[in-house]
């Protein structure tokens, strides 16, 4: 299984794919699964800002277009930009609704250079869940 500093690393390698020539700020994310499988994504931006597709939704879909059926362990995202680059809420709540029974841990790059780890509670407490309606 690939570490927290791999998978950040591939996260920093997919933001090198960035379509982002509106914001000028690339993301690259890393979607780490069960089975061991790992999944790239990167942003890309569209004139019609509301059609954007952010790092981590891209690398999630990525590994469902792909088949793979195990548990989203980890989500790792990178931003040369930024460090700690948060997810947005619609990622945090995209995030969720793959985590099957498993809270996902977002693995984020700290001031310093390393990998920090953070619990998809922290992120999102209080998420939309329908299986508590």
Known sequence: M?????ILSIAKEAAKNSY???SRFPVGACALYESGNTYIGCNIEN?????????????ISNA???????????VA????????CFPCGA??????EFEKGQKIK???????????????DELLPYSFDLNVI
């Open 20 to 22: 982002s020539p509106y």
């Open 106 to 120: 977002i693995v984020l790059e700290d001031e310093n250079s390393k990998a920090c780890l953070y619990d998809i």
């Open 2 to 6: 690939k570490t927290n500093e791999e």
């Open 91 to 96: 990622c945090r709540q995209w995030m969720r």
């Open 64 to 74: 469902i277009a792909s088949g793979e059926t195990s548990k989203l362990l980890k």
């Open 77 to 84: 995202i990178y931003s040369p930009n930024s460090k700690k």
């Open 47 to 59: 004139s019609s800002y509301g059609l954007t597709l952010c790092a981590e939704r891209n690398a």
